[in-house]
């Protein structure tokens, strides 16, 4: 399986980015997707995630600034995100997890994908 991100960029504060994420497999077939992010010097964190039947949950950094949401028609996972600051500057990842039918977990992670936020 191979996640793609995209999106990444250059954007003022207060500005807004929408990250993609394309699966080569169907979505459907992972319980749940999410993004992460990592600035230098900090360890990964989740930023968001949203599970096979739409449930969403968000960081309290991100809260009521950027959503979550999935298609799977298109194999992709997004994340809209608004009013930007530089604290949201980080490499972020799109990630996925697959529970098969005998209970073995596997999670995918994409390439990364720079956003900077500058004052």
């Known amino acids: 399986v191979q996640l793609q991100a995209s999106g990444g960029g250059l954007v003022q504060a207060g500005g807004s980015l929408r990250l993609s994420c394309a699966a080569s497999?169907?979505?459907?077939?992972?319980?749940?997707m999410g993004w992460y992010r990592q600035a230098p010097g900090k360890q990964r964190e989740l930023v968001a995630g949203?599970?096979?039947?739409?449930?969403?949950n968000y960081a309290d950094s991100v809260k009521g600034r950027f959503t979550i949401s999935r298609d799977n028609a298109e194999n992709s996972v997004y994340l809209q995100m608004n009013s930007l600051k530089p604290e949201d500057t980080a490499v972020y990842y799109c990630?996925?997890?697959?529970?098969?039918?005998?209970?073995?977990?596997?999670?995918?992670w994409g390439q990364g994908t720079q956003v900077t936020v500058s004052s």
């Open positions: 949203i599970g096979s039947g739409g449930s969403t």
């Open positions: 990630n996925a997890l697959r529970i098969t039918g005998l209970g073995y977990e596997y999670t995918y």
């Open positions: 497999r169907s979505t459907f077939s992972f319980k749940s």
